[in-house]
């Protein structure tokens, strides 16, 4: 359920951190197979699934709600079901069972991770500010 104070978190921030998500899975993914490090491979493998993340932050509403895990739940599939897809059709790359599990998890974890932090931070501040407790 979402909490009122999930709506005046500022979505810029939240579409920034799921971005840094993106990043980081295609950084360690590439260190951890001692791929290229260059600008062209990062690229070739981050661009599906940026574009899955802009398409689900449009179809799940998120920036007006970037904290509600049901959304956030919502976006993060979409994020993964469009990055493999493209990645497969445009790309040209065959699907690969384990990939796309690591993909889940790792952006799952990453995209509901920070939200769970953010919300947990947010709601022992309100809880710290409440007199008489």
């Given amino acids: 359920m979402a909490d009122a104070s999930d709506s005046d978190f500022r979505p810029w921030i939240a579409a920034s951190a799921d971005v840094a998500v993106l990043v ?5 993914g590439r260190r951890t197979h001692h791929e290229d490090a ?3 491979g990062f690229l070739r493998v ?3 699934f940026a574009a899955g993340l802009a398409i689900a932050w449009v179809v799940t509403r998120l920036h007006s709600r970037p904290l509600e895990f049901g959304r ?3 976006a993060w599939l979409v994020t993964v079901a469009v990055g493999l897809v493209l990645r497969i059709v445009v790309e040209g790359r ?3 069972i384990a990939f796309a599990v690591v993909t889940l998890v790792f952006v ?3 995209m509901l991770g920070w ?5 947990t931070v947010r709601a022992r501040r309100v809880g710290a500010s409440t007199p008489g407790e």
Avoid: M
């Avoid at 980081?24 to 360690?28: E, R, Y």
């Fill in 38 to 40: 260059g600008l062209d």
């Fill in 46 to 48: 981050w661009w599906p």
């Fill in 94 to 96: 065959e699907l690969k």
């Fill in 72 to 74: 956030a739940t919502a």
């Fill in 24 to 28: 980081a899975f295609v950084l360690i």
């Fill in 115 to 119: 939200r769970g932090v953010v919300r």
């Fill in 108 to 110: 799952g974890i990453g």
